[in-house]
């Protein structure tokens, strides 16, 4: 089946540094869905993407659909500590409906 | 508000007693899941449906049951739960078209069985 690879698995970083995680799948997919979830709740979807190449920023973030379609990058600018949290990668591929999701990276934020 | 609800969030019980869990959503969307979040083993499907009365195991169907008599309730129903089958569950509805898929979650129930 589909896998996802997430990396970095955490990351430690200080208040006002830009963060960059990704998501690299072993097949195409035609979405790629962004996470963000805070211990014991539910994920909330923070950016959705569609296309090869696509940019899209929701706030401080900003992800893109990579040419290859095979991976996905998310990129946070100047981190607070609400950032905190583990952030998803999530894709669709195929004509399948199927959501396979990343491990996740956890994101520690120190002030 | 668009949302997903589920209830109970909390719920601690014992072996072999069913229960079930609700789950509601007000968008409309015709496709749900049910997903359990184990450590190191990531979020995996449990049961999913595509409308009313359409239903299909995901990856870990095994000590489930599901039913959706209505598209915005899809319970998850334990028959006779296990310790195994302690975890945190996520409910979610899925927009699935005019070129839109966002998955949406619920705010997880956390079960343990003892």
């Known amino acids: 089946g589909q896998q996802l690879n997430q990396s970095p698995q955490s990351m430690f970083i200080q208040e006002g540094e830009d963060v960059s995680m990704n998501c690299t799948s072993s097949s195409i997919f035609n979405t790629w869905l962004w996470y963000k979830q805070d211990p014991g709740e539910g994920p909330v979807l923070l950016i959705a993407l569609y296309k090869a190449g696509e940019l899209t920023s929701n706030g401080r973030l900003t992800a893109q659909f990579g040419i290859t379609r095979k991976d996905s990058f998310l990129n946070i600018s100047a981190s607070i500590p609400s950032d905190v949290g583990i952030y998803f990668c999530a894709g669709r591929g195929g004509s399948n409906y199927k959501l396979t999701f990343g491990k996740g990276t956890l994101l520690t934020v120190n002030p | 508000e668009a949302q997903v609800t589920q209830n109970p969030r909390y719920l601690i019980t014992v072996t072999g007693k069913k229960l079930t869990v609700t789950c509601s959503q007000n968008m409309n969307h015709e496709y749900m899941s049910w997903y359990r979040q184990d450590p190191g083993l990531g979020l995996r499907q449990i049961y999913y449906s595509m409308n009313v009365e359409v239903t299909d195991k995901g990856d870990v169907p095994e000590g489930y049951k599901v039913s959706r008599k209505e598209k915005r309730n899809f319970p998850l129903i334990l028959e006779s739960p296990s310790p195994n089958q302690t975890s945190l569950y996520f409910c979610?509805?899925?927009?699935?078209?005019?070129?839109?898929?966002?998955?949406?979650f619920g705010p997880g129930t956390r079960l343990t069985v003892t």
């Open positions: 979610a509805s899925r927009l699935f078209s005019g070129g839109l898929d966002e998955q949406y």
